[in-house]
């Protein structure tokens, strides 16, 4: 998840690179101030990329932190 624009972005990607990531969806960051919205829009996000993992691998994924890491600065682009 990253600040575009006007837009929180997701997009699933490998750890500590940006490379080849696949863009999964976006948001108004209007949308999303509210703490719950915000958790309701990361948990869509989670659920498509879980769909994803279980395609291609056939195992469920696990969550070990619901609220996420923050992004290496490097791939930064804005507020969170």
């Not at 976006?26 to 395609?55: C, H, P, T, W, Y």
Request: glycine content about 8%; proline content about 4%; cysteine-free.
């Amino acid at each position: 998840m990253r600040v575009e624009g006007d837009l929180w972005v997701a997009y699933y990607a490998l750890p500590n690179t940006m490379k080849d990531a696949i863009f999964l969806g976006s948001i108004q960051m209007a949308f999303v101030q509210d703490e719950s919205a915000k958790q309701i829009f990361m948990a869509l996000m989670r659920d498509a990329v879980s769909g994803i993992l279980k395609q291609q691998t056939g195992a469920d994924a696990l969550w070990p932190d619901k609220h996420g890491r923050a992004a290496p600065a490097h791939e930064r682009a804005g507020r969170a």
